[in-house]
């Protein structure tokens, strides 16, 4: 797929749970890279070999940003740190899953205080459904910064697919990059895809909070990227949920 606008790449070929999936990655003027999410395990050659056969003077990659726990998202953290030395980047609690901490049905109570017992099980079957690789996260994100790269990213705290679940909107590339928190069949909005979504009306509220953001390009993980009137396709979604 390439360069959708100038210094937002999504990276051909990396495959999340066996499926194509788009790890973005924002390319800057000084050779730095910025990398969100980042496919299976296996799958670092694949990002470094892209940045090199696609962009002239191949950059460094300088970060990482993980959206979420999922496997399929930070499968390939500990490789790209091994081979970039890159600051990985994670939003709080997910962040603790990748770092390999695992908590027990009370501690998972005392950390989410608001979640009902049905959503900490739910919660709690999706963790060990999945094999998440260990990495150290280097900085853990609220969900309330601005991240110090392409002019300013925008990071905003979406919890419901996980409890720390991010999406980054980047304004000089007019872009909402939305990890797993919406599904975009056909150019379309939906919800998160409810089989993997231990929170979902927790899902849906965190995406009403979307609704005054403007921005042109929505890169969903499983889906094209809608390339014209983001903004406009989840405000239509929003829409159909009433108040
Ligand atoms: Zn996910």
């Known amino acids: 797929m390439a360069e959708l606008v100038k210094g937002l790449h999504i990276v051909d070929g990396v495959k999340g749970d066996d ?3 788009n790890v973005v990655a924002i390319v800057e003027d000084d050779r730095s890279a910025h990398i969100v999410d980042c496919g299976d395990p296996g799958s670092g050659e694949q ?6 056969k696609h962009v002239r003077d191949p950059p460094k990659i300088r970060t990482l940003v993980l959206t979420h726990f999922d496997a399929d998202h930070s499968g390939s953290a500990a490789e790209l740190k091994r081979m970039t030395g890159c600051t990985i980047m994670a939003p709080e609690f997910d962040a603790e899953i990748i770092s390999g901490r695992r908590f027990t049905n009370e501690e998972m109570r005392r950390v989410l ?3 009902a017992p049905g959503e900490i099980e739910a919660l709690e079957r999706k963790i060990e459904s999945q094999e998440i690789p ?4 280097d900085r853990v994100l609220r969900g309330d910064e601005r991240l110090d790269f392409a002019g300013g990213v925008r990071v905003l705290r979406v919890p419901g697919h996980t409890p720390g679940h991010i999406v980054l909107l980047v304004p000089r590339l007019s872009t909402l990059i939305t990890g797993d928190v919406v599904t975009a069949p056909d150019g379309r909005v939906g919800p998160p895809m409810p089989q993997y979504t231990p929170s979902p009306d927790r899902a849906i509220k965190s995406l009403k909070s979307l609704a005054g953001l403007e921005f042109e390009i929505l890169v969903a993980y499983h889906f094209p990227p809608i390339t014209e009137g983001g903004s406009r396709a989840l405000k239509g979604y929003l829409r159909t949920l009433g108040k």
Request: charged share 5%.
């Open 113 to 115: 205080p608001a979640y």
């Open 134 to 137: 260990t990495v150290p996260v």
């Open 19 to 21: 499926s194509d999936v």
């Open 47 to 52: 990002i470094l070999g892209y940045l090199q």
